[in-house]
C-alpha cells in the first residue's frame, strides 16, 4: 500500500516543500492542514518527519492540547526547547523575550542544515501561541524552513485562535493550504485490499460508505470486519459474509463512532442517542416530546448535531447522515436502556392516528414478556403488514409469539399471520415446520384452518404435492372449524393444484366438474384447470385456460360450462389470483417461456416485475416511515422508505391501523385466513410474492438463453437459482441448472456442462425429490445428458441416456412440451445411431403433440422439424425454419435443411448461412463451428464471427444488459431503480454491477461516473 493512499495531492504539495527548502537557497514555506478528527492529520505530520529525517533535515514536533492551556506557548517549546529561557520570576513579565529564545532555537536548528516544525492540534493552541507562529513563519519565509501546522476543523466551542492565524497566513500567501477529506473511492477500495487481504466487491465497498471516507473509521470499520469474521476471501475478492450488514456494525466502529460523539456536549449526545432510536429519519417534534421538552428547547442541540455533521436535514425531517454511524450509536446504548427508549417511542406513535404499524417496530425490540398490551399492536400491525410486507410481518408476528403468555387470545392469530408470511416470502420449510408446530396447541376454529391452509401452500410450493393433497383433503373434511367461504375455496384450490401436479387427468376431470357445478370460473379454478391440462399434453387448451384466468376481472362473474371452461372469463373479486396456492399470470408466463413465445413471456414477466415494485413501494409509505426495524432499518434492507418515523399514516394506509382511543386488537382476528386489504390484493395480483423471485428471474434467464445472451442467461440463473434456495423451492433447481448446462453447451465448454449435468442428476435423485413433480425434469436431464453424450462422441454413454428417455413414454412427451426442440434433436440422434423404431416413436409423439393443439407454432415446427429430418422431407424443414420461434431451434432447422439439399449448391449454402448466423445470434459456438465445417466441405469459408471475439475489458466487453445497467447507474440511479427500469430483481443488478466493474477495472460508481461521463449515450454494438 502507498505511504498515504488517498492523499497524494497533499504529499505532492509536502514533497515540494521539502525539496525546495533543501535545494533552493532562501526557500521555506508552510502547508496547513486541516481536516475532522480521523482524517488522518497526525499521520501526515509523521510521514512528514520521517521523509524529513531521511533527507538530513532536522526536525521539531510538537502538539497542543487541552491540558496545557496555561503555558501559552507549549507546543512550540515542546518541539524546539527553552533553551537558555529567562528566570521563572522574569518570564510572565516579558513575552517577548521568550519569542525571541524560540526565534534564537530555530537559529541555531538552521546552523545545522534545513528545518521541518511539525505542530499538531493546533486547534488547542493558546492565543499568544497563535501569534507567535505568524511572527515565525513571517520571519523565517525566506529561510529554509518547513512548517508544518494541523488543526482539528470541528469547533471545540471555544475561541480558536488556530483558525484565525490559518487564515492570516493563507490571505499572505505564506502558506498552502492542504484541507483534508474524505477519501477517493480508489483509496477506499486500496485501504480495504490492504487490511482485508484481497480486492474488495462492490458491495462491500457500498457498506464501508457509511464511514463517509473517514481513514480512522474506515481501518476501524475493516479491522472490525476482520476480526469478527464477517467477511470472507473467495476467488481474490473479499467479500461480506451474509450475516455482515444484518444487526450491528463491528464493535470496533461502534466504540470509534461513540468516541467521537463523546466530545459533543451532553445534551447533544443525549438527543443522538434518542434519535438513533427512532430510526434513521425523524421530525424534531418527536425528538423533543421524547425527550420531554419543547421543539424550543432542543434547538441548540438540534444545531450541535447538524453542524457535527452527523446528522442532515432531508426536507422536513432530520436524518443521520448514514445508517452506519446510527447503528453505531444504537448499538453501544446499553441493552436496557435501548429497550426503555424503545417502548417510550411506542407509546408516543400509539397516541396518534397510523401510529400502530410503526409504534410495533419498536415494540420488536423494546416490547418485555408478558406485555399483553404489546402483544396485541404487534399481532395488528403484522396482520396488517402480512400481504404487502411479509417479511416485516414475520418479524412482527415471531415477536408476538416470543413475549405472548401461552394463553393471550391472539397467540392464535399471530401463528397465523407467521404461517402466511413465511408462504409469501419463504423458507417454505420453515413455514411447514411452525404451521405443524403451532397445529399442536391452537384450539379448532378458524385460526387452526387458516393454518392448515398455510401447511398445505408451504408444502405444495415446497414441491410436496402428495403431502399437500393429504393436508387439504383432512381440512376440507374437519367439521365444525369455523371456515370462511373464502378459507374453504382457498383449501380447495391447493388441494387441486396438488392433484393436478400427481394425476393430471383426474385433476381435470374434478375441476371440470366444479366449474359446471359453480357455473362460473374463478381464477384459481382456471389456473388449477390449466396446470392440469399441461400436465396431460393438451398444451393449447391450457395457454387457453391459463390466458383466461390471468385476465381482469370483469365487474360480474360469467357463467362457464364444463365444456367451455377455456373460454370462461374468470369470475369473482380482483383478489382470485390472490387466493390461488400459483399466480395464475405466472403460470401463463412460465408457459409462454417453455413454449418460447419470447416476447409476450418478457412482456409479461417486466409487468409482472414492475407491479410487484410497485406493490413494495407503496406499501413502504410513510406508516412505515424508518421506524421499521430500527435495529435494522437500512442495513437489512425491510423497507426501503425514507420517511420519517411516527409521520401520520396517509388515508390508504391510516384505515387499516388504530387511532387515538381505539381497541388496537388486531383487527383480523375476526376474519382469519382472509387478509383481503387492498394492498394484499395488489401485491399479489402482480404475482409479486417474494417467494416467487426465483421463478420470475429463472424464467427470464430462459428467455435470455432463447435471445442468445449468454453472459444474462447464466447470471439470471445463478440469481434465480439463490432466489429460489432462499425460499426453500428446491423444484425450481432444476430450470436453473438447466440454463446453465445450456450455456455452457453452446459455448462449447463440455467440463462445465457436465458438471451441471451431474448437479443436475445430484438434485434429482436428493433434495429435488417428490419437487420434480412429474416427468418433465428427469427427462430433459435424460436430454442433457444425451448431448453431452454425443458432444464426446459417446456411443454408449448416448444410448443409455436415449434409453432412459424411451422407458417412460410420458416423460418424453413431457420433454417435447417443455423443450419443443427437442423432438428434432432426438430423431437425428436415433436416426444416425440406427435406432428408427425409436426414432419414429419421437416424431409420432411430437405429432401427437401438435394435433391436440394445432394452434400452438413452437408443437407444430417441433412436429414438422421431426418429420422433416426423419423423411427427409425439405417442404417439412422449411415450414419448420418458418414456424420455430426459439431461435436456436430455427438455425437447426436450417442447417437441417442446407444439409439435406442435393445438386443445389446454392441452395445448400443458402441454408447453411443462414444456420450459421442464427447459431451465432443465440452464441452457439459449438453449433457455428460445425456449420462451418459443412460449409468448406463445399469450398465456402466464411470468417469466424463469434461472441467470443468480444474484449475480455473495456466498453465493448459489456453485454446489452450490461451496457444498460451501466448507462443508469452512471446517471445516478440505485440499484433499487436500476431494476424497476429493466424489470430485474436488484440483486441481478448487483451481479450485473460485478461484471462491469470488473471488465471496465472501476471500484465503484463514482468511478464509472468519472471515468465514463458520456456512457449514457454510448450508442448500442451489435453483436
Request: glycine share 10%; proline share 7%.
Amino acid at each position: 500500500m502507498p505511504r498515504l493512499p488517498g492523499r497524494e495531492r497533499e504529499w505532492a504539495l509536502l514533497s515540494h516543500l521539502l525539496e525546495a527548502a533543501r535545494t533552493g537557497p532562501g526557500r521555506g514555506g508552510a502547508l496547513l492542514v486541516e481536516g475532522a478528527a480521523g482524517t488522518g492529520r497526525s499521520r501526515l505530520l509523521h510521514e512528514a518527519a520521517t521523509a524529513a529525517l531521511g533527507t538530513g533535515f532536522s526536525v521539531a514536533f510538537g502538539a497542543a492540547d487541552a491540558y496545557h492551556l496555561a503555558l501559552p506557548l507549549h507546543p512550540l517549546t515542546a518541539a524546539l526547547g527553552r533553551g537558555g529561557q529567562p528566570p521563572a520570576g522574569d518570564r510572565g513579565r516579558d513575552e517577548g523575550g521568550e519569542e525571541a529564545l524560540l526565534e534564537g532555537r530555530v537559529e541555531e536548528r538552521l546552523r545545522r542544515g534545513p528545518l521541518l516544525v511539525a505542530l499538531d492540534d493546533l486547534q488547542w493552541a493558546h492565543p499568544q501561541a497563535a501569534a507567535a507562529l505568524h511572527s515565525l513563519v513571517t520571519r523565517f519565509a525566506a529561510r529554509p524552513v518547513v512548517w508544518v501546522l494541523a488543526r482539528r476543523t470541528e469547533e471545540p466551542r471555544r475561541p480558536c485562535p488556530a483558525e484565525r492565524l490559518f487564515a492570516a497566513l493563507r490571505d499572505a500567501g505564506a502558506a498552502e493550504p492542504a484541507p483534508l477529506g474524505p477519501l477517493p473511492s480508489r483509496a477506499v477500495a486500496e485501504l480495504a485490499a490492504h487490511r482485508l487481504g484481497a480486492e474488495p466487491e462492490p458491495e462491500l465497498l457500498a457498506y464501508a460508505e457509511g464511514a463517509d471516507g473517514n481513514p480512522a473509521a474506515l481501518l476501524a470499520l475493516f479491522d472490525g470486519l476482520r476480526e469478527e469474521r464477517r467477511t470472507r476471501v473467495a476467488d481474490g475478492r473479499a467479500r461480506l459474509t451474509p450475516q455482515a450488514t444484518e444487526g450491528r456494525p463491528p464493535r470496533r466502529f461502534a466504540a470509534l463512532v461513540r468516541r467521537r460523539v463523546a466530545d459533543l456536549p451532553p445534551g447533544t449526545r443525549l438527543l443522538l442517542d434518542v434519535a438513533s432510536v427512532l430510526g434513521r429519519a425523524c421530525v424534531p417534534e418527536d425528538a423533543a416530546r421524547m425527550l420531554g421538552k419543547p421543539t424550543a428547547a432542543v434547538l441548540p442541540a438540534l444545531q450541535e448535531a447538524l453542524a457535527s455533521g452527523l446528522m442532515r436535514c432531508e426536507g422536513d425531517v432530520l436524518a443521520f447522515r448514514h445508517e452506519l454511524v446510527r447503528q453505531a450509536l444504537l448499538a453501544t446504548l446499553p441493552a436496557p436502556l435501548r429497550g426503555a427508549l424503545h417502548r417510550q417511542a411506542a407509546r408516543m406513535l400509539l397516541a396518534r392516528q397510523g401510529g400502530v404499524l410503526p409504534a410495533a417496530a419498536h415494540l420488536v425490540h423494546g416490547a418485555r414478556r408478558g406485555d399483553a398490551r404489546a402483544v396485541s399492536v404487534l399481532c395488528s400491525a403484522a396482520t396488517t403488514a402480512a400481504a404487502t410486507r411479509p417479511s416485516a410481518a414475520l418479524e412482527l408476528a415471531q415477536r408476538g409469539l416470543e413475549i405472548a403468555e401461552p394463553g393471550h387470545p391472539v397467540r392464535a392469530e399471530l401463528a397465523r399471520v407467521a404461517v402466511e408470511a413465511l408462504t409469501r416470502s419463504g423458507p417454505l420449510p420453515r413455514a411447514a415446520a411452525l404451521a405443524e408446530e403451532a397445529l399442536g396447541w391452537v384450539p379448532p376454529g378458524r385460526q387452526a384452518a387458516a393454518l392448515r391452509h398455510g401447511l398445505g401452500v408451504a408444502l405444495l410450493l415446497g414441491g410436496r404435492p402428495a403431502r399437500a393433497l393429504a393436508v387439504a383433503e383432512a381440512a376440507l373434511r374437519q367439521p365444525g372449524e369455523g371456515r370462511t367461504r373464502e378459507l374453504a375455496e382457498r383449501l380447495l384450490l391447493v388441494r387441486l393444484h396438488a392433484l393436478a401436479a400427481l394425476d393430471a387427468e383426474a385433476a381435470a376431470r374434478e375441476i371440470r366438474r366444479e366449474i359446471q357445478r359453480r357455473g362460473a370460473a374463478s381464477p384459481g379454478l382456471l389456473c388449477a384447470l390449466a396446470r392440469a391440462q399441461w400436465g396431460a399434453g393438451r398444451v393449447g387448451e391450457a395457454l387457453r385456460l391459463a390466458r383466461a384466468a390471468a385476465e381482469p376481472a370483469p365487474a360480474a362473474a360469467h357463467p362457464a360450462s364444463a365444456g367451455a371452461a377455456a373460454s370462461a372469463s374468470p369470475a369473482g373479486a380482483a383478489g382470485g389470483e390472490d387466493r390461488s396456492p400459483f399466480p395464475p399470470r405466472l403460470a401463463l408466463a412460465a408457459m409462454l417461456t417453455w413454449l418460447r413465445e419470447t416476447t409476450e413471456a418478457t412482456t409479461l414477466l417486466g409487468a409482472l416485475a414492475e407491479e410487484a415494485k410497485h406493490a413494495e413501494d407503496a406499501a413502504g409509505d410513510a406508516a412505515w416511515g424508518t421506524a421499521w426495524g430500527t435495529e435494522h432499518a437500512g442495513q437489512a434492507g425491510h423497507f426501503a422508505s425514507p420517511g420519517p418515523a411516527g409521520h401520520a399514516a396517509p388515508p390508504a394506509a391510516a384505515g387499516s391501523a388504530a387511532g387515538p382511543g381505539r381497541d388496537a386488537r388486531p383487527k383480523a382476528a375476526d376474519s382469519a385466513g382472509t387478509a383481503d386489504s387492498a394492498g394484499a390484493e395488489g401485491a399479489a395480483a402482480a404475482g409479486g410474492r417474494p417467494v416467487f423471485l426465483g421463478l420470475r428471474t429463472l424464467l427470464g434467464a430462459s428467455l435470455a438463453l432463447a435471445g442468445g445472451d449468454l453472459d444474462e442467461a447464466r447470471g439470471l440463473a445463478t440469481a434465480g437459482l439463490a432466489a429460489a434456495a432462499e425460499a426453500g423451492l428446491p423444484q425450481l433447481r432444476p430450470l436453473g441448472l438447466r440454463v446453465l448446462a445450456e450455456v455452457a453447451l453452446r459455448r462449447g465448454d463440455l467440463p462445465a456442462a457436465e458438471e451441471q449435468a451431474a448437479r443436475l442428476s445430484e438434485a434429482l435423485a436428493g433434495e429435488c425429490g417428490e419437487a420434480a413433480a412429474g416427468r418433465a425434469a428427469p427427462a430433459c436431464a435424460a436430454w442433457l445428458t444425451a448431448r453431452i453424450a454425443a458432444a464426446r462422441r459417446d456411443a454408449e454413454g448416448l444410448g443409455a441416456a436415449l434409453g432412459r428417455l424411451h422407458a417412460d413414454p410420458q416423460g418424453l412427451r413431457a420433454l417435447l412440451v417443455a423443450e419443443p426442440a427437442a423432438a428434432a434433436w432426438l430423431v437425428r440422434a436415433e436416426t444416425e445411431r440406427g435406432e428408427t423404431e425409436r426414432a419414429a416413436e419421437t416424431a409420432r409423439a411430437a405429432q401427437l403433440l401438435a394435433a391436440a393443439s394445432p394452434e400452438v407454432p413452437a408443437l407444430l415446427a417441433a412436429a414438422a422439424h421431426a418429420r422433416g429430418v426423419r423423411e427427409r422431407d425439405q417442404a417439412a424443414l422449411r415450414r419448420a425454419a418458418e414456424l420455430h420461434r426459439d431461435p436456436w431451434a430455427r438455425a437447426s432447422a436450417e442447417e437441417d435443411l442446407g444439409a439435406l439439399t442435393r445438386g443445389d449448391r446454392a441452395g445448400a449454402v443458402a441454408g447453411l448461412d443462414r444456420a450459421l448466423a442464427g447459431y451465432a445470434r443465440c452464441g452457439a459456438e459449438r453449433d457455428e463451428a460445425r456449420v462451418r465445417r459443412r460449409l468448406r466441405r463445399l469450398g465456402i469459408r466464411r470468417r469466424h464471427w463469434t461472441q467470443a471475439e468480444r474484449p475480455a475489458s473495456g466498453w465493448a466487453s459489456l453485454t446489452g444488459t450490461e451496457r444498460r445497467v451501466a448507462a443508469l447507474v452512471a446517471q445516478g440511479l440505485t440499484n433499487r431503480q436500476v431494476a424497476g427500469q429493466l424489470f430485474l430483481s436488484p440483486h441481478t443488478v448487483g451481479f450485473h454491477l460485478r461484471q462491469i466493474y470488473r471488465k471496465l477495472e472501476v471500484q465503484s460508481r463514482i468511478d464509472l461516473v468519472r471515468r465514463y461521463p458520456g456512457l449514457a449515450e454510448e450508442p448500442r454494438e451489435t453483436a
